[in-house]
């Protein structure tokens, strides 16, 4: 059992975790701290491997307790766990991206934890993506966090620019037959999408109101009223764009 933890949404959690996560100096000096009875390793990604900005990964740890006592699990037991890049946090649109493990670890046991993530911007080249764990409770002295000492090193293929941080909507728009089928889903609300076309002097053919479902847009558009040519779909929100896609219309 797991679920999805916005640390900045959670005054409780934040303000006892914010002295060991909110900085690469910070997380640095937990080296000091008593060994924790909970380790935490990273299995994937791999050191090697190649992540394209917008192209889903899996993140998967191995969480062991390392203690001569049981893990309670959640709440008796808090244990959070983490991605860290190049050390850093990886930010949401709701805050530091963390989940809660709740399921109970006996002494000397182990569990497996895997996670669908994307990121966005940055810059190409070497990324270190390595597994945090926090953990406090009652079977714990204090706080305790342990990152993993099996981090990857893999190639990050960069497609944007800005900081470093979760992709949280995906389009699978495509144009076919002189319609443009709109598919786009994401982690959070979307609101007031709309999509708009444009040719290449810059001139906007099309501006269009679109529905979204929560996450979700299914539409279709009609391309058969333009002239054959070259377009330009772009697919935005009232947080900033989605995409944009070449469409060459016959």
Known sequence: MYKRLHLALNPKIFFKMKKTLLSLAIIASMAAFAQPNLSVVLTSPTGGSTITAGVQFTFDVTINNTGSS????????????????????????????????GDPIAASGNVTRQQTLAVQGGASGTLEICAGILNFGSSYSGDQLDTSNTCANVTYNAMSIGDLRMQETFDNSYHYNGIYYVQVSSRINLINPIMEVVDLSGRTIKHIAL?????????????????????????????GLISTNKVSVQ
């Open 70 to 101: 049981g893990h309670l699990g959640f709440p008796a037991d808090t244990v959070i766990y983490f991605p860290l890049f190049n050390g850093s946090l990886l930010n949401g649109s709701n805050g530091p991206i963390a989940w809660y493990m």
């Open 211 to 239: 529905t979204a479902d929560g996450g979700e847009i299914n539409e279709t558009v009609t391309m058969e009223d333009l002239t054959t040519g070259i377009y330009i779909v772009r697919l935005s929100t009232n947080t």
